[in-house]
């Protein structure tokens, strides 16, 4: 894929350049060179040469930028023979630093001036891969955060600032649609409520989708009943947790249908791959006059 929007990293952006050319970091290859100004030479981030020190070190994020700074194109790593990372690379380069991040910095203006790609390209790489806008991705990896914090016993306005939401009322009650139940409840493992669950087969994975009255609550992606059933267990410690035959499993296997076959993408993380996924079931399962706030 032709990525004609790369920009030049800025300053603070270079850090992250930096420990990759240290660790010629393959991920990293086309999305950046570095320019030596001692030797007048420039460098993929995967080239075998020695390191200069840092303050020796341009960046660029194509090579006619280093050319036009005046420096040649190394022989050993050849750099002007390098492709632009395709979608997929370039997606797990943003899943990876995302991962990394802060919450507050997961925009798609901060990682586009991270990587030096511009939005409509990772906005692309995303939807071609994932098959979920960046937004939508973003809103899964803080709504797993969210989870994460309560699970670990955080107040809920703490973990609600802490995952990227803010703290408004009106938030809290987006939550509350997110997760079937009130935070609260959520942190208290569900008690004194009635999860219900369905599983059913996906491709060569199993999926389990539970439910409270008030809406799904939980989405699982794995290999056997056994592991779903203790994830869910785990998930809801104290609620009264019974398998559905009627309505919820109609439900999923109608989502289901609807989303069609999904394969594996090779190259991209699991972890990616699966919280996307989860997402697109999770809007496959909602009720038509709802939506899966990003
Ligand atoms: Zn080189």
Not at 204 to 209: D, Q
Request: with cysteine.
């Amino acid at each position: 894929m032709a990525t004609q929007e790369h920009i030049p990293p800025g300053e603070a952006e270079t850090r992250l350049q930096w420990n990759a050319a240290l660790e010629r970091d393959l991920l990293w290859d086309g999305v950046f060179f570095f320019g030596v100004r001692s030797t007048g030479i420039y460098c993929r981030p995967l080239c075998p040469s020695r390191r200069p020190r840092r303050n020796q070190v341009r960046f660029f994020s194509v090579t006619n930028a280093a050319e036009d700074a005046g420096f040649r194109p190394c022989l050993r790593c050849k750099p002007t023979d390098v492709a632009p990372p395709g979608p997929v690379r370039l997606v797990h380069l943003v899943c990876m630093l995302m991962e990394q991040d802060t919450e507050a910095s997961r925009t798609l203006t901060t990682v586009c001036d991270r990587i030096g790609v511009g939005p409509r390209t990772v906005q692309r790489a995303f939807q071609r891969t994932l098959d979920v806008t960046f937004q939508e991705y973003v809103g899964a990896l803080r709504l797993q955060s969210f989870k994460a914090l309560l699970h670990g016993g955080s107040i809920v306005t703490d973990a609600l600032y802490q995952a990227g939401y803010g703290s408004s009322s009106q938030l809290y009650s987006d939550t509350h649609s997110l997760l079937g139940m009130t935070p609260s409840d959520y942190r208290r493992g569900g008690q004194g409520l009635s999860v219900d669950y369905a599983l059913m087969e996906y491709g060569e994975r199993l999926v389990a989708a539970a439910a409270t009255p008030q809406g799904v609550c939980a989405l699982f992606l794995g290999s056997s009943a056994l592991e779903l059933k203790n994830a869910l267990r785990q998930e809801f410690p104290n609620a009264r947790v019974s398998e559905d035959s009627g309505t919820l499993l109609e439900r999923l296997q109608a989502g289901l249908i609807s989303l069609g076959a999904t394969n594996q993408v090779p190259g991209l993380p699991d972890s990616a791959q699966n919280l996307a996924l989860r997402h697109r079931i999770l809007k496959a399962l909602q009720p038509s006059s709802a939506s899966v706030p990003a």
